[in-house]
């Protein structure tokens, strides 16, 4: 039985099971498999499969305490007609590169692709502990990962689902998309404060010995839905074996050559998901991990120094707007030889001091990882090229990952086959997208005037997610102060 440890304490016999339920390990630590597995099936068997088919192949091998009904039914619940396109994750191709589209679930980004299965993964995982409890999500957003939670786990039996948002700092259509949201275990509540404030609210919560006491007297569990659960990690291994089976099929790679990948990141799980992917075998020669202007990721690589001590700065890639990228711990974990005495003192670094160095060692395994970033300009002129040269439209954070494959590219001269993990749609950060087309008259409009004006430019029906968004009713009303978030919960939770 594949069983799992944890990144600072070296544990025994916690099954997938147990680690998904727990979400983080009690010291602090992240969840790691104790040995990675070994795949059981060959490439050219992959070539048949769906993507629900090739989802149970892969997630089977590192959940092995789920029975194969489990499994395939947790995968079935999860990617299914919420999705825009059977092929869930289609590879669509430019002249020059290949785009794994990762954005056709419910609200148009790729954590759709983890959090449509968490839910299930969590609620079987719940059964197996023959707990009776009901589960609450308690997660604060910054936008896109409150509203792919509430779709998930919205009228998901066996569990609620409180989310926090900044009333003020975040999109028109992500607001909407929030506060129209249905669901009778859902609860959405603007803070008056920033992400910060409703995030350190939320980790109080947490902590609240007080409140985990009433709550479990009243048959509930606290739960966090955010991405350094393995349940969110594991799914999305899945989708590089896809990316490298849809090249193969299309006959863009020959099978067994390699393909680059390029992911736009912030809290490195995507990019993880593709190092593990590498390390269960599928043929990828780089890893391309792009960065916008809180390019800490970019400074590690080249440096070996991890340091937050920096401006934060506000982009328009706003999803990786992070200076802890907290996924990152697991990379360290495995380049340290499982060192879980080093990777606790690196993390005490990053606690106390804000920075941590890694060993030279260390320092030399980073080599199949390749870092950069682009600025806010740089990423607009791509945005407008590509669609000018190409007819493809990248959203932004797609378009910060393009732009600094183009800098790897003229860098080393390799134009191997590359794969670029395509995150959200334009269609959700419409205001930065049509701003980069330079439609200056249309930039003075709001977010739904411009989904309109984008819809009528690519001549096609804007994505399910969004239609009707402008008219549907708005279900949440509720703004509180940060201190006043304990109340709510247990309001709700009555
Ligand atoms: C969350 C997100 C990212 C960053 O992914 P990580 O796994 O946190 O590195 C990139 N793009 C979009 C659109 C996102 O929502």
Redesign the pocket.
């Known amino acids: 039985m594949r069983t799992y440890t944890s990144t600072r304490r070296h544990l025994q016999g916690v099954t997938s099971k147990q680690a998904i339920l727990q979400g983080i390990s009690e010291e602090g630590g992240l969840f790691v498999p104790e040995k990675l597995p070994i795949i059981d099936f060959t490439f050219a068997e992959m070539m048949t499969w769906s993507y629900q088919e090739l989802a149970y192949r892969v997630m089977r091998l590192f959940f092995e305490d789920f029975t194969e009904e489990e499994l395939r039914h947790c995968i079935g619940a999860a990617y299914d007609e919420k999705f825009s396109t059977p092929e869930i994750a289609p590879l669509v191709s430019t002249s020059q590169v290949h785009y794994l589209e990762l ?1 056709h679930g419910p609200t148009l ?3 759709d692709m983890a959090l449509s299965i968490l839910p299930h993964l969590m609620l079987t995982s719940k059964q197996a502990a023959k707990d009776t409890s009901e589960i609450v999500i308690l997660t604060a957003t910054s936008g ?2 409150g509203k792919a939670a509430l779709e998930g786990f919205a009228d998901v039996a066996g569990t609620k689902i409180i989310v926090f948002f900044p009333e003020e700092g975040v999109s028109a259509v992500q607001k909407r998309q929030m506060t129209t949201q249905e669901g009778d275990n859902t609860l959405v509540v603007g803070i008056n404060g920033n992400f910060d404030d409703a995030q350190t609210g939320v980790k109080m919560l947490f902590g609240d010995r007080e409140l985990e006491g009433q709550l479990r007297e009243k048959g509930y569990m606290l739960s966090s839905a955010n ?1 350094i659960n393995i349940g969110r990690l594991i799914p ?1 291994v899945v989708y590089y074996f896809h990316a490298y089976k849809e090249l193969v099929a299309q006959g863009k790679v020959e099978m067994g050559m390699p393909m680059n990948v390029v ?10 998901a593709a190092y593990y992917a590498k390390s269960l075998g599928v043929p990828i020669a780089k890893l391309i991990c792009a960065s916008n202007e809180n390019k800490i990721l970019y400074d590690f690589f080249q440096t070996g120094m991890y340091d937050r001590n920096r401006p934060f700065h506000v982009t328009t ?1 706003p ?2 707007d ?1 200076l802890i ?1 907290s ?1 990152l711990e697991r990379l360290l974990y495995h380049l340290s030889g499982e060192d879980t005495e080093q990777v606790t003192e690196m993390m005490a670094g990053l606690r106390e001091q804000g920075k941590y160095r890694i060993t030279d060692e260390m320092k030399a395994q980073l080599e199949p990882f390749y870092g950069g970033y682009a600025d806010d300009v740089t990423t607009a002129t791509c945005i407008r090229q590509v669609y000018e040269t190409e007819g493809y439209l990248m ?1 932004t ?2 378009a910060v990952a393009y732009a600094v494959y183009k800098q790897y590219v003229h860098e080393s001269g390799d134009v191997r086959p590359c794969v670029i993990a395509s ?2 749609s334009p269609y ?1 950060f419409t205001g930065s997208v049509m701003a980069a087309l330079q439609q200056i008259e249309v930039c003075e409009q709001d977010d739904f005037a411009l989904i309109k004006e984008l819809e009528k430019m690519l001549d096609e029906e804007m994505p399910k997610g969004i239609q009707g968004l402008e008219t549907r009713p708005i279900r949440h009303t509720k703004v509180c102060e940060v201190n006043e978030m304990k109340s709510v919960v247990c309001d709700f939770l009555v």
């Open positions: 954005f980004a790729f954590k896109d990962t991405s999305q992911v736009p990141t912030g809290n490195f799980g995507n990019i993880l890639s999803s990786m992070i990228s996924n959203d954070h797609t995150t959200a959700k």
